[in-house]
């Protein structure tokens, strides 16, 4: 073997451990939902079901962030609105669905059925198990309430 490949090889070897290196270090601190995560509400714009009663897309160049999620708004205006008050528009159980929450699971929502009570945004799986939360809305909340602050840290596959 002449040393120019016994040389090209060491320098190829030694440039993938160099990357590999690189790429565990520049993730280590990263956990799954860190690395791969998506927008709040699916993309929709959370102030839009306050002021416009109905689910709208967010678009991505009116974005704000509030407790680690990513909020996509239709409108500067709405972005100002969430920022100045986002415990009034963000949807409540981290946007997971609310009769899940009182479960004690963290299902993932359909942001077209939602429900507004009591000035707050509540998001549903789908419209059958709307139908179960809406059966007693308040006694769901009660204790969806209670069973947040036991599984919020939690990730879904977690319960």
């Not at 159980?93 to 609310?98: K, P």
């Not at 004690?104 to 000035?119: A, E, L, M, R, T």
């Amino acid at each position: 073997m002449n040393s120019t490949f016994r040389n090209g090889s060491r320098l190829i070897a030694t440039v993938s451990l160099v990357l590999a290196l690189f790429a565990n270090s520049a993730f280590a601190g990263m956990n799954h939902e860190t690395a791969i995560s998506t927008p709040a509400v699916s993309g929709y714009d959370p102030v839009a079901y306050f002021e416009q009663g109905r689910p709208v897309r967010g678009s991505g160049y009116h974005t704000a962030t509030h407790q680690g999620a990513t909020y996509l708004f239709a409108t500067k205006e709405h972005r100002e609105k969430f920022k100045a008050h986002p415990e009034k528009y963000a949807p409540q159980y981290g946007g997971y669905c609310a009769y899940g929450v009182s479960v004690g699971k963290k299902f993932y929502s359909d942001p077209s059925v939602w429900k507004i009570v009591d000035g707050k945004l509540y998001l549903n799986l789908d419209r059958d198990i709307q139908k179960k939360w809406n059966a007693d809305i308040s006694g769901h909340i009660n204790t969806a309430n209670a069973n947040w602050t036991k599984i919020h840290d939690k990730a879904p596959s977690e319960l």
